[in-house]
């Protein structure tokens, strides 16, 4: 916390030292505008490094602001700061994930007040494990919610590339010869060759019997292959763009009601994917929280106090 002696000593926490408070409060603020804007436009890289300095910052500010109005203010700055770069989305929607953001940011700075106000030592894996659910919650679900609302469902061409070249090696040990810019027909000629190279009937025909035979064999492979996903296959044209024009088919299928039922699914997802990591990512974010920590105390922007405390006791006599 941010401790000011007077002139009697006494000590004077959080609201004795104002312009750093505010300080640290645009500060988060300001981090947390870069996060949520690089997000918005897609930098999902720089996005995530400027979030996790956000979820930072904020469980700084929250252990060392312990007065009610700065650190109420702190939290609305921040909410509104992470909220702007979505604004172009303004709805009621955008207005239930802008209170969820802000419940859910309060809950995590009174929980940090909380554990810390009970706390004769700061134990940081302790305090931030605390708190780090609800700062979590508060980010994802709004971020959710607006995924839900921008949602066209699209899909580019070099997205479909992108995700090719990630599953190409799990692929590759099931289909030889996997690849996104392959020839869709050549890949499927390496399929079906490794089907009939363990058929002794097809090695020992002649070598035009077995092209007339792998030829048909294609044709039956593709035939099937159209009929489960219901749309015609290009066989001159690489697996990427056959791909790429299957994906859009079926997203350009879905009905506005449907599409917002997928998009229930992904985030619901998302939601489990990350509650499921949550242990795994309190642990540096406490790390870099007593960093920052330290830091303020290593270059005097805060001091550290003691101070005495009485304690209710029930005993039986």
Do not use: C
């Amino acid at each position: 916390m941010i401790n000011v002696g007077t002139e009697q000593n006494k000590i004077r926490r959080g609201i004795g030292a104002p312009p750093k408070i505010y300080a640290l409060i645009t500060l988060a603020s300001l981090v947390s505008f870069g996060a949520s804007y690089l997000l918005s436009t897609g930098t999902y890289v720089g996005g995530i490094v400027l979030l996790v300095v956000f979820l930072t910052l904020f469980a700084v500010n929250a252990l060392l602001i312990d007065t009610k109005r700065p650190l109420v203010f702190g939290v609305i700055a921040n909410a509104v700061a992470f909220a702007l770069p979505f604004l172009r989305l303004f709805s009621w929607s955008f207005i239930i994930g802008f209170i969820v953001l802000t419940v859910f940011l309060w809950d995590g700075a009174y929980r940090a007040r909380r554990n810390i106000d009970n706390m004769v030592k700061i134990r940081f894996g302790h305090l931030v494990r605390s708190i780090s659910r609800s700062m979590l919650t508060a980010v994802l679900v709004f971020l959710s919610i607006i995924i839900v609302m921008s949602a066209d469902f699209s899909v580019s061409r070099n997205g479909v590339d992108r995700a090719l070249v990630v599953a190409t090696p799990v692929m590759g040990r099931f289909v030889d010869g996997f690849s996104g810019e392959i020839r869709t027909e050549d890949l499927l000629i390496n399929v079906v060759e490794k089907q009939l190279a363990s058929n002794k009937n097809y090695i020992a025909l002649p070598a035009r019997e077995r092209r007339a035979v792998l030829e048909n064999q294609v044709e039956v492979l593709m035939e099937k292959l159209e009929k489960s996903v219901g749309v015609e296959i290009d066989p001159d044209v690489s697996v990427g763009e056959n791909v790429y024009k299957l994906i859009d088919a079926k997203l350009s299928a879905l009905t506005p009601r449907t599409q917002m039922y997928w998009g229930a699914i992904v985030v619901a997802i998302l939601w489990l994917s990350i509650q499921s990591i949550e242990f795994i990512i309190y642990i540096p974010l406490a790390v870099l929280v007593f960093l920052v920590y330290e830091f303020l105390f290593a270059t005097k922007f805060a001091t550290l106090q003691m101070e005495t405390k009485s304690k209710e006791v029930i005993s039986l006599k």
